[in-house]
């Protein structure tokens, strides 16, 4: 009788089937740090959009609130209902604010209107988005009989509020430093 001794190694076909094994092993991990990387880009797109959002928005009301009266005619608040240029104080790089001119502009779309402010360097920021058309309307609340009107013909006034008028939806910004 013949005695069979113990193998030692491996045979081809078991090496090969761990190669298989390993390389799908490998081929999945490679998946699923794609996928995982993918979600952490959109997590990150969401995340940046919606801090312009609401930066552009907070920069909105901050540049009407700091809106500044002016005689002088190169200062001057002008408006009509699709456009608002004045003298305000925009904030710098350092902290602290500096007087600069900003407009207000009505950016039209097939089925939306975005107001971008268009500093006086060229820096264009969207600060705010509507879901229809939309248009500006300005408040004199100095006058008896005051309402809203579609074109700021006072120059060396600023109106009470602004409004953002899209179909049924009206939203109001006072303009200017408020008392309170």
């Avoid at 013949?2 to 998946?31: C, H, K, N, W, Y």
């Avoid at 089925?111 to 820096?123: C, E, L, N």
């Avoid at 005051?146 to 939203?171: C, E």
């Amino acid at each position: 009788m013949r005695r069979d001794r113990p193998r030692r190694g491996m045979t081809l076909i078991e090496i090969v089937a761990a190669i298989a094994i390993a390389g799908f092993v490998v081929a999945s991990g490679a998946a699923l740090l794609d996928q995982v990387n993918d979600a952490g880009a959109r997590i990150a797109a969401a995340a940046a959009s919606t801090a312009r959002t609401g930066n552009g928005q907070r920069l909105f009301r901050e540049l009407l609130a700091r809106a500044e009266a002016s005689v002088d005619t190169n200062d001057r608040f002008r408006a009509d209902s699709g456009s608002v240029a004045y003298l305000t104080r925009c904030p710098n790089a350092f902290g602290w604010t500096e007087p600069c001119h900003v407009r207000l502009a009505m950016d039209y779309r097939a089925d939306s209107t975005d107001i971008v402010a268009v500093f006086g360097d060229g820096r264009e920021i969207t600060v705010r988005a509507q879901a229809k058309r939309a248009e500006f309307r300005f408040l004199d609340l100095t006058h008896l009989d005051s309402m809203w009107a579609r074109v700021w013909t006072t120059s060396a006034t600023l109106p009470d509020a602004i409004a953002v008028v899209s179909g049924t939806d009206t939203v109001v910004f006072p303009v200017g430093p408020r008392d309170e």
